[in-house]
């Protein structure tokens, strides 16, 4: 058996290969320059195009782009009301962006636990959680396959409560048949450069409801407003009124741009991305030693990521030799996550680990394989290949 790169021997690859990348193509960084060389750079007429067309895409009546998807997060969570003092049901397998938006608010995130088969959040869980001062939930669609969107709603409803969507990992997943982007109150969506599309930096919140619409646009902008039929209008022409506290998180018109031009290219990627993911399905399969995603019933995830879990019983080492040798093989495999409430602020908080077994159960043994649309197919032999060599050789 080929002696593995950790130990001295040859890696399956020369050049190290990422988990998550960007594809950015000439006609995008055309689009990109023809902004530079206009009249905007922040906000002008690429923002609200990016808008309208990620609102069409998803089937939302609107959308709200900001400079990062935590702050989309945010914003939605101002958006829903969220005072200090309330409780909002959250996954702890994700990151932490998901679980600080609540915090932000001066709200108390509650980690509801995982379904071991999906890692998704579980909705038996998530009922046992419920207190009077629950106001909403956000499920998060873990590595871009749809939660269970049917039963999280049908207790929303049964308590009124809010439904905010983290869709980061899961623009161009569907539920059901239907895009993830309308199904809730409230769906944030990331443009991080290793997400479905991407915007440099970005994020967006699409909505079917006016009033939490016309909240965020406030937000993003310091709370001013210039719409002659929210203020009071015996001023002139440079009159405005801060109706509310907001931030500055504006998106640039340049990132706009990008966003625009990449969205051309979803479905392409998400194509590419499901095609990768059944390679390693049908070639990894016939290890016993690890476990693959389950692919849902309920809808077809967008793969942002590939986590596979291993068998500890059936292997001679633990999680961190698997990764450091896999690593050593030149391919970028990572851990997403670990679980949100072990990090020191939320320790500090008073969160204590036993909270959430079956998110720490799974922490103890996922591997996240590169994915993602610029991965040729001799990259992905490579995984498939540095996968078998590593399990191979650690099986018991
Ligand atoms: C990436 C990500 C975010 C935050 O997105 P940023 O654009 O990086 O701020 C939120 N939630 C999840 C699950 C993510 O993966």
Excluded at 309 to 331: M, P, Q, S
Aim: charge should be neutral; hydrophobic fraction near 35%; aromatic fraction near 10%.
């Amino acid at each position: 058996m080929d002696k593995l790169a950790i130990n001295g021997g040859n890696a399956v690859r020369d050049t190290f290969l990422s988990y998550g990348k960007q594809s950015i193509s000439e006609e995008d960084i055309n689009f990109v320059s023809g902004v530079l060389r206009g009249d905007y750079l922040t906000t002008g007429p690429y923002v609200e195009t990016f808008e309208e067309k990620i609102a069409d895409y998803v089937g939302a009546k609107y959308a709200v782009a900001v400079c990062n998807g935590t702050a989309a997060l945010h914003m939605a969570c101002d958006a829903v009301g969220l005072k200090p003092g309330d409780e909002v049901i959250v996954s702890p397998l994700t990151f932490a962006a998901s679980a600080n938006c609540i915090l932000y608010m001066g709200a108390k995130p509650v980690f509801a636990d995982i379904n071991p088969d999906t890692l998704n959040i579980d909705p038996l869980s998530i009922k046992s959680k419920i207190t009077t001062r629950t106001k909403a939930i956000i499920p998060v669609h873990f590595s871009g396959n749809p939660a269970d969107l049917d039963s999280i709603q049908c207790i929303a409803r049964e308590n009124q409560l809010h439904v905010i969507e983290d869709a980061a990992h899961a623009l161009g997943a569907t539920y059901k048949n239907t895009k993830i982007g309308a199904l809730s109150d409230l769906t944030e969506f990331s443009f991080h450069p290793v997400k479905p599309i991407t915007t440099g930096e970005g994020g967006i919140v699409t909505t079917n409801d006016d009033k939490l619409y016309k909240k965020m646009k406030l937000f993003r902008s310091h709370g001013i407003t210039r719409d002659r039929s929210l203020i009071n209008d015996k001023h002139g022409d440079w009159y405005y009124e801060q109706l509310s506290l907001g931030y500055n998180y504006r998106i640039p018109d340049i990132n706009c741009a990008l966003g625009i031009s990449q969205l051309q290219r979803l479905d392409e990627f998400t194509k590419r991305r499901r095609q990768i993911a059944h390679m390693y399905d049908e070639k990894l399969c016939e290890l016993g030693e690890i476990e693959l995603p389950i692919r849902s019933s309920i809808g077809e995830s967008s793969y942002h990521i590939y986590v596979i879990r291993l068998k500890l019983d059936y292997l001679t080492v633990g999680r961190r030799k698997i990764y450091d040798a896999l690593r050593a093989e030149n391919i970028g495999v990572n851990v997403h996550y670990i679980p949100v409430y072990y990090h020191p602020h939320y320790a500090a908080l008073g969160y204590k680990k036993g909270l959430c077994k079956n998110a720490e159960e799974s922490y103890e043994r996922i591997i996240t394989l590169p994915i993602h649309p610029s991965m040729d197919d001799n990259d992905v032999y490579d995984v498939i290949n540095a996968v078998n060599k590593v399990i191979k050789k650690f099986r018991i």
